[in-house]
């Protein structure tokens, strides 16, 4: 994380220290660096440059609209899996022209805000799907472009909840349904197969399943004599998490790809999600307690399992960095864990670890990527503030949630609820968000 470093003994996001950031922005809260997004997305354009790619940022690994808007100026498309992140990218200013709509259980609204926008492509992950998009479609009068997404049942060898590309795994189409698809695709007068599409999991550190994806894929191509024009080959580049992980070679990695290309005569599309904004955003934490255990001692932070998932999820393990460093040094087993009422609700235990107060801040780093996109509001916590830094400028890119002020709350605690008479005569009202009492 070139970005975020210490200078001296204090931690810095660019050219702030976050010391100053806690000073003025209550934690716990997310913190981006503008600077590092800009570099993840140039570095990865920089290595396909012969291939000429179209990258589609997956906006699930974080769908702020402040990032989506600056990876769409950057010239990025969009991955999405749902009719919101789709709004939301139109909204940020992403080019439709450049978004892909996967996942396996669109619904029929969201097929046709897809239609709506006339979006690249919708990618098809089962045959129930193509016939209700074939449907849709003739409702309309329209001829809609699709993608079809295989299942090429290759283990990318990373943890098991976040593979996608195995037969066990409940994306995409087996190559032998797909056959049978294609064979019968007069079926599916209103659908233009424009492409095939792989996903073969996420956090993947080797070429070496995405090498044999691509001879899947070119021999699916060859055996029935398919004429496409894109290629999207997914995303799934992992980062280096413990600083010590062995990465993918990109040169080679696109090496292989501009051969396929070569081969293929098809474009190329990625959707990286993580590789772009995983290192460029640390979580921001105060110690509220220190606990004295049995076997090893907590300490109680503000942020919970609700603002990060990613440990109590998939057993991930992130750094956690002290933003004033010491020397000092305590003895025996700590273990960070949050105020959720969950065992699961912890971000990492470590041995010798630096001295910390009641009131001291640590950031966990990485945690640019399905962070925020997968926090929630579990215990009644509010959604916590996003904050972008670039350069020495810093700005809110999303405020803390107010769960207890009515004027933003309403939803959440009232529903949409209607004057009403209790039996002892008092009549409660709604006027203007205010709670009125008329006594009758």
Known sequence: MPQFKYVGEKFFAEKVSIEKITSKNKTPFYLYSENQI??????????????NPIICFAAK????????????????GADVVSGGELLKAIKAGINPNKIVFSGVG?????????????????????????????????????????????????????????????????????????????????????????????HIGSQILSDIPYKKTLGVLLKIIKELNIKLKFIDLGGGFGINYSHNEQLINFNNYAKLVLDFKKKTKCNIIFEPGRFLVGNSGILVSKVQYIKNGTNKNFIILDAGMNDFMRPALYDAQHSIIPVNRSKNKNKGTIEFVGPICETTCKFGKF?????????????ITNAGAYGSSLSSNYNTKPLISELLVNNNKIKIIRKKQDLFNFNHA?????????????????????????????IK
């Open 38 to 51: 800009k570099e993840n997305f140039l570095n990865f354009k920089r290595s396909f440059k012969q291939v």
């Open 351 to 363: 041995k010798n670890y630096q001295k910390l107060n009641e009131g001291d801040f640590v950031a």
């Open 61 to 76: 690994a974080n769908s702020n609209l402040s990032i989506l808007r600056l990876l769409g100026k950057l010239g990025a």
């Open 410 to 438: 309403k939803d959440i605690f009232l529903g949409t609820m209607k004057p009403f008479k209790c039996q002892v005569t008092l009549t409660f009202c709604f006027f203007n968000n205010n709670l009125r009492v008329l």
């Open 106 to 198: 669109k619904t029929e609204e969201e097929i046709l805000i897809a239609i709506k926008h006339k979006i690249l492509l919708i990618n098809i992950e089962s045959e129930s799907e193509a016939k209700l998009i074939d449907k849709i479609a003739l409702k309309q009068k329209k001829i809609i472009n699709v993608g079809f997404r295989l299942n090429p049942n290759i283990d990318a060898k990373t943890h098991k909840k976040i593979s996608t590309g195995k037969a066990e795994n409940k994306f995409g189409i087996s190559i032998k349904e797909f056959h049978q698809i294609f064979k019968n695709k007069e079926r599916f007068n209103n659908l233009k197969i424009q492409a095939l599409s792989v």
